[in-house]
Protein backbone atom coordinates (compact mmCIF):
# COMPACT_ATOMS: atom_id res chain seq x y z
CA UNK A 1 0.00 0.00 0.00
CA UNK A 2 1.67 3.51 -1.24
CA UNK A 3 2.49 6.09 1.79
CA UNK A 4 1.32 9.50 1.65
CA UNK A 5 3.26 11.63 -0.95
CA UNK A 6 3.99 15.04 -1.08
CA UNK A 7 5.31 16.98 -4.13
CA UNK A 8 7.36 18.44 -4.68
CA UNK A 9 9.99 17.64 -1.94
CA UNK A 10 11.75 21.12 -2.64
CA UNK A 11 10.95 24.02 -3.91
CA UNK A 12 12.52 27.61 -3.80
CA UNK A 13 10.49 30.75 -4.54
CA UNK A 14 10.56 34.35 -4.40
CA UNK A 15 8.98 36.65 -1.81
CA UNK A 16 5.80 37.70 -3.32
CA UNK A 17 5.12 34.92 -5.51
CA UNK A 18 2.58 31.82 -4.84
CA UNK A 19 2.64 28.59 -4.41
CA UNK A 20 1.08 24.99 -4.64
CA UNK A 21 1.87 21.90 -3.15
CA UNK A 22 0.33 18.62 -3.61
CA UNK A 23 -0.31 15.86 -1.32
CA UNK A 24 -1.88 12.19 -2.23
CA UNK A 25 -3.45 10.44 0.76
CA UNK A 26 -3.23 6.52 1.33
CA UNK A 27 -5.92 4.93 -0.84
CA UNK A 28 -9.44 4.98 0.99
CA UNK A 29 -7.90 7.92 3.16
CA UNK A 30 -10.69 10.62 3.16
CA UNK A 31 -9.28 13.15 5.44
CA UNK A 32 -6.17 15.30 4.90
CA UNK A 33 -4.16 17.63 6.99
CA UNK A 34 -1.89 20.23 6.51
CA UNK A 35 0.91 20.96 8.75
CA UNK A 36 3.93 23.98 9.01
CA UNK A 37 6.87 23.21 10.81
CA UNK A 38 9.37 25.61 11.46
CA UNK A 39 12.63 25.79 14.29
CA UNK A 40 10.75 29.01 15.81
CA UNK A 41 7.01 28.27 16.26
CA UNK A 42 7.88 24.18 15.89
CA UNK A 43 4.34 21.96 13.76
CA UNK A 44 1.23 24.40 13.68
CA UNK A 45 -2.02 22.93 12.10
CA UNK A 46 -3.05 24.76 8.92
CA UNK A 47 -6.36 22.88 8.14
CA UNK A 48 -8.13 19.52 7.48
CA UNK A 49 -10.55 18.62 4.82
CA UNK A 50 -13.09 15.66 4.45
CA UNK A 51 -14.68 14.29 1.12
CA UNK A 52 -13.84 17.61 -0.29
CA UNK A 53 -15.11 20.01 2.61
CA UNK A 54 -12.76 22.03 5.21
CA UNK A 55 -13.92 21.09 9.11
CA UNK A 56 -11.28 22.65 10.62
CA UNK A 57 -8.88 25.70 9.59
CA UNK A 58 -6.02 26.85 12.21
CA UNK A 59 -4.92 30.09 12.73
CA UNK A 60 -2.95 31.45 9.56
CA UNK A 61 -3.67 34.41 7.50
CA UNK A 62 -6.21 34.24 4.45
CA UNK A 63 -2.34 33.91 1.81
CA UNK A 64 -2.95 30.34 2.75
CA UNK A 65 -5.26 28.00 1.50
CA UNK A 66 -6.27 24.81 0.23
CA UNK A 67 -8.79 22.23 -0.86
CA UNK A 68 -9.03 18.12 -1.69
CA UNK A 69 -10.73 16.72 -4.46
CA UNK A 70 -12.88 14.09 -5.17
CA UNK A 71 -10.42 11.38 -5.58
CA UNK A 72 -9.57 12.58 -2.17
CA UNK A 73 -5.63 14.36 -3.33
CA UNK A 74 -5.46 18.08 -1.84
CA UNK A 75 -3.84 21.16 -2.51
CA UNK A 76 -2.58 24.01 -0.43
CA UNK A 77 -1.63 27.23 -1.60
CA UNK A 78 0.37 30.26 -0.15
CA UNK A 79 -0.13 33.31 -2.12
CA UNK A 80 2.37 36.71 -2.27
CA UNK A 81 4.87 34.54 -0.18
CA UNK A 82 6.40 35.76 2.82
CA UNK A 83 10.43 35.12 4.05
CA UNK A 84 8.22 33.55 7.19
CA UNK A 85 6.75 31.24 5.22
CA UNK A 86 10.56 29.35 4.23
CA UNK A 87 8.93 25.90 6.17
CA UNK A 88 8.25 22.34 6.43
CA UNK A 89 4.97 21.59 5.13
CA UNK A 90 3.95 18.21 6.17
CA UNK A 91 0.06 16.71 5.35
CA UNK A 92 -1.13 13.88 7.22
CA UNK A 93 -4.00 11.75 5.97
CA UNK A 94 -6.59 9.08 7.62
CA UNK A 95 -9.64 6.84 7.06
CA UNK A 96 -11.91 9.59 8.82
CA UNK A 97 -10.00 12.17 10.61
CA UNK A 98 -10.08 12.62 14.41
CA UNK A 99 -8.39 10.40 16.96
CA UNK A 100 -10.56 7.07 15.50
CA UNK A 101 -7.74 6.54 12.61
CA UNK A 102 -4.14 6.94 13.02
CA UNK A 103 -2.98 9.90 11.05
CA UNK A 104 0.43 8.77 8.44
CA UNK A 105 2.28 11.46 7.39
CA UNK A 106 4.55 12.18 4.43
CA UNK A 107 7.67 13.24 4.16
CA UNK A 108 7.08 16.75 3.46
CA UNK A 109 7.36 19.58 0.93
CA UNK A 110 10.53 21.89 1.89
CA UNK A 111 9.51 25.59 0.80
CA UNK A 112 12.60 28.40 0.82
CA UNK A 113 11.36 31.71 0.40
CA UNK A 114 14.10 33.78 -0.74
CA UNK B 1 -6.92 26.49 23.50
CA UNK B 2 -5.16 23.26 24.62
CA UNK B 3 -0.99 23.13 25.21
CA UNK B 4 1.31 21.12 24.93
CA UNK B 5 4.81 21.59 26.74
CA UNK B 6 8.23 19.24 26.51
CA UNK B 7 10.41 20.84 28.79
CA UNK B 8 13.71 18.93 27.60
CA UNK B 9 14.80 19.97 24.44
CA UNK B 10 17.34 17.62 24.18
CA UNK B 11 18.49 14.25 25.76
CA UNK B 12 20.98 11.33 24.98
CA UNK B 13 20.81 7.91 25.94
CA UNK B 14 23.21 4.98 25.57
CA UNK B 15 22.03 2.45 23.70
CA UNK B 16 20.44 -0.52 25.68
CA UNK B 17 19.48 1.99 28.46
CA UNK B 18 16.21 3.54 29.57
CA UNK B 19 15.40 7.01 28.71
CA UNK B 20 11.87 8.64 29.98
CA UNK B 21 10.73 11.82 27.89
CA UNK B 22 8.18 14.05 29.78
CA UNK B 23 5.47 15.82 28.52
CA UNK B 24 2.50 18.22 29.94
CA UNK B 25 -0.41 19.44 28.79
CA UNK B 26 -3.45 21.83 29.47
CA UNK B 27 -6.83 21.53 28.80
CA UNK B 28 -10.50 21.71 30.20
CA UNK B 29 -11.70 19.31 28.15
CA UNK B 30 -12.94 15.73 29.68
CA UNK B 31 -12.73 13.39 26.77
CA UNK B 32 -8.94 13.63 24.44
CA UNK B 33 -6.20 11.65 23.07
CA UNK B 34 -2.46 11.66 23.23
CA UNK B 35 0.55 10.88 20.83
CA UNK B 36 3.80 10.47 20.95
CA UNK B 37 5.37 10.99 17.35
CA UNK B 38 8.88 10.18 16.32
CA UNK B 39 10.75 12.69 13.60
CA UNK B 40 13.85 10.89 12.39
CA UNK B 41 16.30 12.84 10.28
CA UNK B 42 14.40 11.74 7.14
CA UNK B 43 11.20 14.21 8.60
CA UNK B 44 8.97 11.51 8.08
CA UNK B 45 6.82 11.53 10.85
CA UNK B 46 5.95 8.32 13.06
CA UNK B 47 3.12 7.49 15.32
CA UNK B 48 4.93 5.68 18.14
CA UNK B 49 2.08 5.51 20.90
CA UNK B 50 -0.94 6.88 21.28
CA UNK B 51 -3.51 6.96 24.55
CA UNK B 52 -7.09 7.48 25.11
CA UNK B 53 -7.66 9.40 28.04
CA UNK B 54 -10.78 7.22 29.31
CA UNK B 55 -8.76 4.59 29.77
CA UNK B 56 -6.80 3.86 33.22
CA UNK B 57 -4.40 1.83 31.79
CA UNK B 58 -1.29 2.82 30.45
CA UNK B 59 -0.54 2.17 26.50
CA UNK B 60 2.64 -0.16 25.43
CA UNK B 61 4.01 -0.84 21.79
CA UNK B 62 7.20 -3.23 22.38
CA UNK B 63 9.63 -1.18 24.11
CA UNK B 64 8.00 2.07 24.49
CA UNK B 65 5.20 2.48 27.33
CA UNK B 66 3.45 5.73 28.70
CA UNK B 67 3.08 6.71 32.24
CA UNK B 68 -0.42 8.69 31.62
CA UNK B 69 -0.89 10.67 34.84
CA UNK B 70 -4.33 12.24 33.82
CA UNK B 71 -5.15 14.21 37.16
CA UNK B 72 -1.49 15.72 36.52
CA UNK B 73 -2.02 16.78 32.87
CA UNK B 74 1.02 14.61 32.19
CA UNK B 75 2.24 12.28 29.51
CA UNK B 76 5.92 10.46 29.31
CA UNK B 77 7.11 8.76 27.29
CA UNK B 78 9.20 5.56 28.28
CA UNK B 79 11.92 3.63 25.91
CA UNK B 80 13.20 0.70 27.11
CA UNK B 81 16.43 -1.22 25.68
CA UNK B 82 17.74 2.09 23.57
CA UNK B 83 18.56 1.31 19.98
CA UNK B 84 20.23 3.68 17.46
CA UNK B 85 17.72 3.77 15.51
CA UNK B 86 15.71 5.70 18.20
CA UNK B 87 17.59 8.48 17.74
CA UNK B 88 15.24 11.61 16.32
CA UNK B 89 12.86 14.12 17.57
CA UNK B 90 9.80 13.00 19.70
CA UNK B 91 6.54 15.31 19.75
CA UNK B 92 3.98 14.75 22.61
CA UNK B 93 0.55 15.35 20.40
CA UNK B 94 -2.83 16.38 21.43
CA UNK B 95 -6.16 15.96 20.06
CA UNK B 96 -9.10 16.67 21.40
CA UNK B 97 -11.90 13.99 21.09
CA UNK B 98 -14.95 15.95 20.62
CA UNK B 99 -14.88 15.47 17.06
CA UNK B 100 -16.80 17.19 14.82
CA UNK B 101 -14.93 20.37 14.16
CA UNK B 102 -11.51 19.36 16.45
CA UNK B 103 -9.37 17.23 13.59
CA UNK B 104 -6.40 18.75 14.60
CA UNK B 105 -2.93 17.76 16.45
CA UNK B 106 -1.69 19.68 18.65
CA UNK B 107 2.14 19.32 19.33
CA UNK B 108 4.57 20.47 21.51
CA UNK B 109 7.98 21.78 20.77
CA UNK B 110 9.51 18.38 20.69
CA UNK B 111 13.04 16.92 22.38
CA UNK B 112 15.86 16.15 20.38
CA UNK B 113 16.84 12.41 21.23
CA UNK B 114 20.38 11.27 20.71
CA UNK B 115 21.33 6.84 21.20
CA UNK B 116 25.34 6.78 21.55
CA UNK B 117 26.49 3.57 20.77
Known amino acids: KAGVTQTPRYLIKTRGQQVTLSCSPISGHRSVSWYQQTPGQGLQFLFEYFSETQRNKGNFPGRFSGRQFSNSRSEMNVSTLELGDSALYLC?????????????FGQGTRLTVV | AQTVTQSQPEMSVQEAETVTLSCTYD???????LFWYKQPPSRQMILVIR??????QNATENRFSVNFQKAAKSFSLKISDSQLGDTAMYFCAFMTGSGGSNYKLTFGKGTLLTVNP
Open chain 2, 27 to 33: TSESNYY
Open chain 2, 51 to 56: QEAYKQ
Open chain 1, 92 to 104: ASSSGGGADGEAF
